[in-house]
Nanobody, 123 residues
Framework: QVQLAESGGGSVQSGGSLRLSCAASGYTICMGWFRQATGKEREGVAAIASDGRTAYAESVKGRFTISRDNAKNTLYLQMNSLKPEDTAMYYC????????????????????WGQGTQVTVSS
């Protein structure tokens, strides 16, 4: 059983930056970030495999960067040029069974989830 704990959320103005962290209690293979805005479905933001391969949603490409420190079992999401539409609860996800694949953006792909951290971007 792997536990995930997010941190780093907050409130920023449009154009600002935030860095989210997710500490994992054990070994993981594929890790990802999802977000869920009020009244909307949870959507995949980015994913990273244990070998460093990454994938991003089109809406965040060029603005967000996902990374991981395998020695520390920690996942990061650097978010730059934030927009009001990035406002959401952000969740860390992980899978300890198989590597990331083309379905990285689907919530069912992961077997562990964090509690979430709120990101609010004001215009």
């Amino acid at each position: 059983q792997v536990q995930l704990a997010e941190s780093g959320g907050g409130s920023v103005q449009s154009g600002g930056s935030l860095r989210l962290s997710c500490a994992a209690s054990g070994y993981t293979i594929c890790m990802g970030w999802f977000r869920q805005a009020t009244g909307k479905e949870r959507e995949g933001v980015a994913a990273i495999a244990s070998d460093g391969r990454t994938a991003y949603a089109e809406s965040v490409k060029g603005r967000f960067t996902i990374s991981r420190d395998n020695a520390k079992n920690t996942l990061y999401l650097q978010m730059n040029s934030l927009k009001p539409e990035d406002t959401a609860m952000y969740y860390c996800s992980a899978d300890d069974r198989v590597s990331c694949d083309r379905y990285y953006y689907l919530p069912v792909r992961y077997n562990y989830w964090g509690q979430g951290t709120q990101v609010t971007v004001s215009s």
